[in-house]
């Protein structure tokens, strides 16, 4: 394992042709303004935001690059994922392949314990973040196990996942 910074970590997703990406937190504080926005009903900024994402998702799709991203989330959905569904269709128009993956139906899948990226099949990144939602620590890792779990858990969880324009959240009872 390697701890690398964030600007390493961005060049390797740069130079990735398939990444794969399985976010586990409901919530990340690196997207605090977009949250502060949302609060504030301010789809303007948001569309910006998240505009930005769009045109690096058509990019990447233009330079023949996928990405494939599952999110998992809690029901009823946190303020930061009803923000996230709202405004991810324009990346998902762009070309990102993104499905929902209901926390209640992982119980018994085997899943790393930090969001992870596998990168051209080959390299395993994890983003650790701290009790705050900060990132603490980037993970790289090309120990083939490590890249074989985190590929197997990503395409168990992709397989029960629900693509982005399907995906309606429920709003679950909480227990008595």
Known sequence: MESISVQRRRELILQTRDQLKLELRDSYRVDQEDLDAWRAGDHVALEASYGGWRDE???MRSAGRTLR???VVSEP???YQQMAV???GAAVDAGENLRWLPRRLTSTLGLPGNDCFVLDGTLAMFNVLDGDNDRFEI???DDVEVVRFCREAF???WALAVPHREF???EVSRLP
Do not use: D, G, N, W
């Open 77 to 79: 959905l946190s303020e």
């Open 168 to 170: 309606r959240p429920e």
């Open 139 to 141: 993970q790289l890792y």
């Open 57 to 59: 998702v058509a990019a």
């Open 155 to 157: 395409e168990t969880a």
């Open 86 to 88: 709202r405004f991810s």
């Open 69 to 71: 991203r599952v999110r």
